[in-house]
């Protein structure tokens, strides 16, 4: 016999959703919500699903035309999304959008080396190129901090031609992490367990001359002083989380996950302030997992310690911050097996009855838009905690249960969310392989 409860909540959402059919119009009810909002957080619950990456761009392309929002700040590292970021603004040597995704090369490359990222960065320079001139351009921005060695070489790069005996010191600091080959685990593991010399006070060092010679660089770079700039200080920034990043990952978890989100929200900050000083107010759209942009109060991670994006926008900006989620009920996805693994074609079990998205699936809608924000029936029926999947870079459906699946109060994690019931995996640039449900019995985090 059905679960009353159940079935008056399946009742409920499917009163309040609006369904989504591809008509123009289909985000409207989103694009109120927004309303003059300065952040927009659009998550997802897969690193690898073709619907969370088109929409999501369609609904930015929207934010763009409509609303003036003028950069996209991504879940990748500063140095690879800026060499995009130049191609979009039309100042790079790269001739095409994929020649632009070349830096994407490390594990996980197809969350932005893929078909519709490709799509949106065409879509993102044919807009900016018919800008007037004295349009601000969109940009792109990378938010994570994974990239230690070559942001590293970028300050480098930059210091060379701005200022060569400031590069000679900036290589006297930065060679204390040469050690390790360029190997970020090994220096964690060495440092954490006190078997090297920590880096920290160099790279702090580092990051305060840089800032502390702010105003001669600008009068030697030329008329593009301030972005070159704000590259190179950004760089310098990451080098200095990163290495505490590393040097705590193998000491609790909540640590290195709380040093990373903590980065990329003082990123967003950095790019706030930097184009305000430009003179006008900025708007940014945020492309992250669900894990990093929904709430972290209203989850599993509260219990743990851990914080994130979504909880540190919401924190600082109130409601100029909008918060939105993708979930799905089944479908394919591209993910790996385990951490540096190739990019796999996997099946997406159908999604476990005591979750949220079992209660969408039974609603029979197959893509709806739901409102968290506000005060209406489906809200308040929604606030019972229930489990929601979280599929990062790893899915291993045999133990999705415990490596996969988080305890969320929806309403108080995201001011919206998108359901698309049946989903496929992303369509990479590069190879994949094709496999069918093998893998091994071990649990390991969702790589989020």
Not at 181 to 194: H, I, R, S, V
Not at 315 to 335: P, Q, W
Not at 345 to 365: C, D, M, N, W
């Amino acid at each position: 016999m059905p679960d009353a409860t159940i079935t008056n909540l399946v009742d409920v959402v499917r009163e309040f959703a609006y369904p989504l059919t591809g008509a123009a119009q289909d985000y409207d009810q989103l694009m109120n919500l927004i309303g003059d909002a300065r952040f927009v957080l659009i998550g997802e619950a897969s690193h690898g699903t073709h619907e969370f990456y088109q929409q999501r761009a369609e609904i930015t392309k929207r934010l763009i035309q409509e609303k003036g929002f003028t950069a996209v700040a991504v879940e990748a590292d500063w140095p690879d999304a800026y060499r995009v970021n130049r191609y979009v603004q039309g100042v790079s040597h790269d001739q095409t959008p994929e020649a632009a995704l070349a830096g994407f090369r490390q594990f996980p490359a197809w969350m932005w080396r893929n078909i519709d990222v490709l799509n949106f960065v065409y879509w993102l320079r044919e807009y900016n190129d018919k800008l007037p001139r004295d349009r601000m351009k969109v940009g792109f921005y990378g938010l994570d901090l994974y990239s230690m060695y070559s942001s590293i070489d970028a300050v480098i790069e930059y210091l060379d031609r701005i200022d060569p005996e400031a590069a000679n010191r900036a290589r006297q600091r930065y060679s204390c992490l040469e050690h390790f080959g360029e190997d970020t685990q090994n220096y964690g593991y060495a440092t954490g367990l006190g078997l090297a010399q920590p880096c920290e006070e160099e790279v702090i060092n580092q990051l305060r001359e840089l800032q502390n010679r702010t105003n001669e660089y600008f009068h030697k770079d030329g008329c593009l002083a301030a972005d070159e700039y704000f590259y190179a200080e950004q760089n310098a920034r990451l080098v200095k989380n990163a290495e505490m990043y590393y040097r705590t990952m193998f000491h609790e978890r909540e640590s290195s996950w709380n040093i990373r989100d903590r980065h990329m929200a003082e990123t967003l900050d950095q790019l706030i302030a930097h184009f305000d000083q430009q003179g006008q107010q900025t708007k940014i759209v945020v492309w992250e997992h669900n894990s990093h942009l929904g709430d972290a109060r209203a989850t599993d991670m509260k219990r743990m310690g851990e914080l994130n994006v979504g909880q540190l926008v919401r924190e600082r900006y109130g409601n100029d911050a909008v918060l939105i989620g993708f979930s799905t009920y089944t479908g394919t996805v591209i993910a790996a097996s385990h951490w540096g693994g190739s990019a796999e074609l996997k099946q997406v079990r159908s999604a476990l009855p005591e979750s949220y998205e079992a209660v969408f699936h039974q609603t029979g809608i197959t893509q709806f838009l739901l409102i968290l924000r506000g005060a209406h029936p489906a809200i308040e029926a929604l606030k019972k905690n229930r489990l929601q999947r979280a599929i990062g870079v790893i899915y291993r459906p045999k133990t999705e249960r415990v490596s996969h699946y988080f305890d969320v109060c929806l309403p108080d994690q995201f001011d919206a969310l998108i359901h698309i019931d049946d989903t496929k995996g992303v369509q990479p640039l590069d190879r994949i392989k094709y496999k069918e449900m093998g893998e091994p019995p071990e649990t390991f985090p969702s790589g989020v």
